[in-house]
């Protein structure tokens, strides 16, 4: 039984460029979140997907992040104009459903932005 | 202003002796607490959670307690194991409808627990 995954493991990427971050959900979970761990932190919420709808994406920083779910399953968060502080451990998580309380993370993509 | 905290960073117990690590909210509207356990270079992986109309749940050697009126829970382990040994997060949930934005996890900072052979 896959679980979530989460690709690249690791980026490394120079200050103003563009990334890519991908999360595959567990398959049949309709609701998908992102986080982002920055060191000595707990998560921080980013933005929640019900299906193909972003839900909730008050947790965005600013609009230089942006995610998209086209089909309802994969999901992919786009960073522009990266900045240093952008650097941190990006999670993805899905449960069953939006109201399903049990959330269950990837590995996470560990992004460093030089 | 940190709604999730979790005021140990660390702790250290004896192998086979109880591992108690606590938490503490401030938003009342929270009604789902978990916990998470994180291995380094990996994703948090869930341990147990606990509504907020009960005030304790068990599973195996993790109970975890709320105390809704003193906006606390705390994670019993015992006996500890070495293989406990990770970062646990404490988190809670809201919904759309009880005020605490939506069904979003805030988590606190974490306490790493490392158990002694």
């Known amino acids: 039984g896959a679980g979530v995954s989460q690709t690249p493991s690791n980026k490394v990427t120079e200050k103003g460029k563009y990334v890519e971050l991908r999360c595959d959900p567990i398959?049949?979970?309709?609701?998908l979140y992102w986080y982002r761990q920055s060191l000595g932190q707990g998560p921080e919420f980013l933005i929640y997907?019900?299906?193909?709808?972003?839900?909730?994406d008050s947790g965005l920083p600013n609009d230089r992040f942006f995610a998209v779910r086209p089909e309802g399953s994969v999901s992919t968060l786009k960073i522009q104009r990266t900045e240093r502080g952008d650097s941190a451990v990006y999670l993805c998580?899905?449960?069953?459903?939006?109201?399903?309380?049990?959330?269950?993370f990837g590995p996470g993509t560990r992004l460093l932005v030089l | 202003d940190q709604q999730v905290k979790q005021n140990s960073p660390s702790l250290s117990v004896q192998e086979g002796r109880i591992s108690i690590l606590n938490c503490d909210y401030t938003?009342?509207?929270?009604?789902?607490f978990l916990w998470y356990k994180k291995y380094p270079a990996e994703g948090p992986t869930f341990l147990i959670s606990?509504?907020?109309?009960?005030d304790k749940n068990e599973d195996g050697r993790f109970t975890v307690f709320l105390n809704k009126s003193a906006k606390h829970l705390s994670l019993h382990i015992v006996p500890s194991q070495p293989g406990d040994s990770a970062v646990y997060f404490c988190?809670?949930?809201?919904?759309?409808?009880?005020?605490?934005?939506?069904?979003?996890?805030?988590f606190g900072k974490g306490t790493k627990l490392s158990v002694i052979p």
């Open positions: 606990i509504s907020s109309i009960k």
């Open positions: 998580a899905s449960s069953l459903g939006a109201a399903q309380e049990t959330q269950y």
């Open positions: 938003n009342s509207m929270f009604d789902y």
């Open positions: 997907f019900q299906g193909t709808g972003a839900a909730d």
């Open positions: 398959s049949g979970h309709t609701a």
């Open positions: 988190a809670a949930r809201g919904t759309p409808y009880s005020g605490a934005g939506s069904y979003q996890l805030t």
